[in-house]
């Protein structure tokens, strides 16, 4: 086993630890947020397992993929329409900080966790070692835009210092949301203010959202040298 084979396995053993930890988190009778990216899918797996031995809950899903994949285990799923409140969200992230802000949206669904993440009483994050960070933005921030201003958008982006790419798939054509819009992936290095860029975004008209999670996580679970480490805001 090479060096990286052997960092991924320890990555998905984190991962998968950290999912579990999570899933035992929700308690019968609740409305449950289920997150997008490789951990969450872990969370949602173990959930299924819970809900197979006689778990009830009713779950929100973030994306179309974690809704195949809920389908998939039989967890009964519902919507925002009928229940605006949810007791518990379990999502990943792509970067954490020491204050529990987050960069999300590298799977592409970043608006859809942060309205459920928002409706939640508990937003819990699980993750690998890997995305601790000390400051956000050595990942790129995603930044989903209108198709139609995404070029100006850009332009704007680039002109607070980042380097700008529109997210696309293999075969080279734009990347395109569940909601239909498009991806800008910012890379602006350490972002010292992390409020302060938030802002800025959600300023640009033609901006529907951004990555940047601040002061909404209650708790991250981490996976780390074979336990789950608690870490708290």
């Not at 779950?59 to 998939?72: C, V």
């Not at 819990?124 to 198709?147: C, H, M, N, T, Y």
């Amino acid at each position: 086993m090479d060096t990286r084979e052997h960092q991924l396995t320890v990555r998905d053993y984190e991962k998968e630890a950290a999912g579990r930890a999570a899933a035992q988190l929700v308690q019968s009778g609740s409305i449950v947020g289920l997150g997008s990216g490789s951990t969450a899918t872990y969370a949602v797996q173990f959930l299924g397992e819970r809900v197979r031995r006689g778990l009830k809950i009713v779950g929100i899903p973030t994306s179309e993929k974690t809704r195949h994949l809920a389908e998939g285990l039989n967890i009964p799923l519902t919507t925002l329409d009928q229940h605006p409140e949810i007791d518990i969200t379990l999502d990943g992230a792509d970067e954490i900080d020491r204050d529990l802000n987050l960069i999300k949206g590298g799977g592409g669904a970043l608006l859809r966790e942060k309205i459920i993440a928002s409706a939640s009483r508990r937003f819990i994050v699980v993750a690998d070692s890997g995305k601790q960070v000390v400051r956000l933005g050595k990942f790129p921030l995603p930044v989903e835009v209108i198709a139609f201003a995404q070029t100006l958008i850009a332009m704007r982006i680039a002109a607070l210092g980042a380097q700008v790419s529109l997210r696309r798939y293999a075969d080279g054509n734009p990347y395109v949301t569940d909601e239909g819009h498009q991806i800008l992936d910012c890379t602006f290095g350490e972002i010292t203010d992390p409020q302060a860029l938030a802002e800025k975004l959600h300023a640009m008209p033609g901006v529907v959202e951004h990555g940047l999670f601040i002061g909404m996580a209650e708790m991250a679970l981490v996976g780390k040298d074979g336990e789950v480490l608690e870490i708290h805001r």
